[in-house]
């Protein structure tokens, strides 16, 4: 064969370095994207932020505003570009001056920005953190012992686990100290004993048994302590079945003091080193804020959320004015203004896809969960002429904050389940209905998987009983033995 050239005009989907960045932007949590354009700001120096005491030049869009808001067309004109120069936050309107939304409580506080109080709360949120072995450690330094004591109470310290339990037991500590110190069991129970005396109380025991045993001693003088002790040391398996016909049978109790006995063991901690555990922090930031304003649920982005980005003046004057000579500066000015319209665009995106949610779930803010409809992504992506990735990518990591919480955007979407009438009833709205019916029920007499099905089934929502189950633990509610009480 011989080589020949051939012309061949054909199609082909190409994503432009812009397309790219808007849906990298598109699918970031709003705390990634923060931590995005710190980089951006760092690379391009015709990027920059916006001071808060300057005015905001995007004020014109007004939440609240009726209507779906369009994402700006994208447009390679200067004049469009210039106009994108100083994208900023669309200012939120002043509803309640004082309204604030609380993140912490889900809910809106009164109060402002510049409260009275705001130093002594940073304060409290930036306490030092005290780890459970630094507490015993603590406490060790104010006894007398005699130095050989203190290290084998140091030894039995550093094993234990996060709990507070020593897993380890004792016999294996012994080969830990060297062989010429000559350290046998006595002289560890003894430095155990010790750390048993230590707060938390229950910190040092080998089980769960022992650990309520010990915080019981603590109390003895309370008139419940003698049988609670007594079912903690022989009967705690009985007790953890909620089987309490045979428990007084085999301790002779009446139902009252069983059911004071019971009070007390719940209220001790079986876990007395969780306390001291560092908990990580997971800090969430709404991208959008709904309120119910003139009878009207209204959704707008979160001014704390949106980034107020600008191209830096100074730079863009000079590349104005020369003309040559500037490639490289010029490329970062057009990425900052790719980046700015970006920014613009996605949350643009984010409060038409959030207005649409509001707009069909107007009776879960009005009544709760409920009253939450059957909504699939496609449902959304049809009425905004987006493609159902592009929703995926927005409901994904984020948040709305409403009067009845914080929600991501996902949980106002679900499965639905069909009713007797026709209709369809939404699984969130079934989760719900069971969590009610078993915060109403009898404890003496709890309603069974069964049970729970056919009270739904009157209420014309056939749902099977295994799928009942599976509701019911996935919102961690015990199985009807240990959901029985006295």
């Given at each position: 064969?011989?080589?020949?050239?051939?012309?061949?005009?054909?199609?082909?989907?190409?994503?432009?370095?812009?397309?790219?960045?808007?849906?990298?932007?598109?699918?970031?949590?709003?705390?990634?994207?923060?931590?995005?354009?710190?980089?951006?700001?760092?690379?391009?120096?015709?990027?920059?932020?916006?001071?808060?005491?300057?005015?905001?030049?995007?004020?014109?869009?007004?939440?609240?505003?009726?209507?779906?808001?369009?994402?700006?067309?994208?447009?390679?004109?200067?004049?469009?570009?210039?106009?994108?120069?100083?994208?900023?936050?669309?200012?939120?309107?002043?509803?309640?001056?004082?309204?604030?939304?609380?993140?912490?409580?889900?809910?809106?506080?009164?109060?402002?920005?510049?409260?009275?109080?705001?130093?002594?709360?940073?304060?409290?949120?930036?306490?030092?953190?005290?780890?459970?072995?630094?507490?015993?450690?603590?406490?060790?330094?104010?006894?007398?012992?005699?130095?050989?004591?203190?290290?084998?109470?140091?030894?039995?310290?550093?094993?234990?686990?996060?709990?507070?339990?020593?897993?380890?037991?004792?016999?294996?500590?012994?080969?830990v100290p060297p062989p010429e110190q000559e350290v046998d069991l006595e002289e560890l129970?003894?430095?155990?004993?010790?750390?048993?005396?230590?707060?938390?109380?229950?910190?040092?025991?080998?089980?769960?048994?022992?650990?309520?045993?010990?915080?019981?001693?603590a109390l003895k003088d309370d008139p419940r302590c003698a049988l609670a002790q007594k079912?903690?040391?022989?009967?705690?398996?009985?007790?953890?079945?909620?089987?309490?016909?045979?428990?007084?049978?085999?301790?002779?109790?009446?139902?009252?003091?069983?059911?004071?006995?019971?009070?007390?063991?719940?209220?001790?901690?079986?876990?007395?080193?969780?306390?001291?555990?560092?908990?990580?922090?997971?800090?969430?930031?709404?991208?959008?804020?709904?309120?119910?304003?003139?009878?009207?649920?209204?959704?707008?982005?979160?001014?704390?959320?949106?980034?107020?980005?600008?191209?830096?003046?100074?730079?863009?004057?000079?590349?104005?004015?020369?003309?040559?000579?500037?490639?490289?500066?010029?490329?970062?000015?057009?990425?900052?203004?790719?980046?700015?319209?970006?920014?613009?665009?996605?949350?643009?995106?984010?409060?038409?896809?959030?207005?649409?949610?509001?707009?069909?779930?107007?009776?879960?803010?009005?009544?709760?969960?409920?009253?939450?409809?059957?909504?699939?992504?496609?449902?959304?992506?049809?009425?905004?002429?987006?493609?159902?990735?592009?929703?995926?990518?927005?409901?994904?990591?984020?948040?709305?904050?409403?009067?009845?919480?914080?929600?991501?955007?996902?949980?106002?979407?679900?499965?639905?389940?069909?009713?007797?009438?026709?209709?369809?009833?939404?699984?969130?709205?079934?989760?719900?209905?069971?969590?009610?019916?078993?915060?109403?029920?009898?404890?003496?007499?709890?309603?069974?998987?069964?049970?729970?099905?056919?009270?739904?089934?009157?209420?014309?929502?056939?749902?099977?009983?295994?799928?009942?189950?599976?509701?019911?633990?996935?919102?961690?509610?015990?199985?009807?033995?240990?959901?029985?009480?006295?």
């Open positions: 064969m011989k080589p020949a050239l051939q012309l061949k005009l054909s199609q082909h989907l190409a994503l432009t370095p812009q397309l790219q960045q808007a849906i990298k932007l598109l699918q970031l949590s709003t705390i990634e994207m923060q931590q995005e354009l710190d980089r951006y700001l760092l690379e391009n120096p015709l990027l920059e932020r916006v001071d808060g005491d300057e005015p905001e030049p995007y004020a014109d869009r007004k939440a609240g505003q009726e209507g779906d808001v369009d994402a700006p067309a994208a447009s390679g004109s200067d004049e469009a570009a210039d106009r994108q120069d100083d994208a900023d936050v669309p200012e939120a309107p002043d509803f309640d001056n004082d309204d604030r939304w609380d993140s912490d409580a889900g809910t809106f506080t009164g109060g402002g920005r510049d409260g009275e109080d705001e130093d002594g709360e940073a304060q409290d949120l930036h306490a030092a953190h005290c780890s459970l072995h630094e507490h015993l450690y603590r406490q060790l330094g104010l006894t007398q012992l005699a130095e050989r004591d203190r290290t084998l109470v140091r030894l039995l310290i550093d094993a234990l686990d996060d709990n507070g339990y020593l897993a380890t037991p004792l016999p294996e500590l012994l080969e129970e003894i430095a155990l004993k010790y750390i048993q005396s230590f707060d938390p109380l229950g910190v040092g025991a080998r089980s769960p048994r022992e650990c309520l045993s010990l915080q019981l001693q079912i903690v040391e022989s009967h705690l398996e009985l007790l953890a079945a909620r089987d309490f016909n045979k428990l007084m049978r085999l301790t002779g109790c009446s139902e009252d003091s069983l059911k004071a006995a019971q009070a007390l063991i719940t209220s001790l901690d079986p876990h007395p080193g969780a306390r001291f555990a560092a908990l990580e922090a997971r800090y969430v930031i709404p991208d959008v804020i709904v309120k119910k304003l003139r009878g009207k649920w209204t959704a707008y982005i979160n001014p704390d959320a949106f980034p107020r980005l600008r191209v830096n003046r100074l730079y863009a004057e000079i590349l104005a004015r020369q003309r040559r000579g500037n490639g490289n500066l010029g490329g970062q000015l057009q990425e900052a203004r790719w980046l700015i319209k970006n920014v613009q665009q996605r949350f643009d995106t984010i409060l038409r896809v959030s207005e649409a949610i509001v707009e069909r779930q107007r009776q879960f803010f009005e009544h709760g969960e409920v009253a939450m409809r059957p909504l699939v992504l496609r449902e959304i992506a049809e009425v905004l002429g987006l493609h159902e990735s592009t929703i995926s990518r927005v409901t994904s990591q984020k948040y709305m904050a409403t009067p009845r919480g914080l929600f991501e955007l996902k949980y106002f979407f679900g499965s639905h389940v069909a009713t007797d009438t026709g209709g369809a009833c939404s699984a969130t709205a079934i989760r719900a209905l069971i969590k009610q019916l078993i915060a109403a029920e009898d404890g003496k007499k709890p309603l069974s998987d069964s049970q729970i099905s056919e009270i739904l089934g009157q209420q014309g929502i056939v749902v099977a009983r295994r799928t009942v189950a599976k509701y019911r633990e996935g919102q961690g509610i015990a199985p009807v033995n240990l959901r029985k009480s006295l």
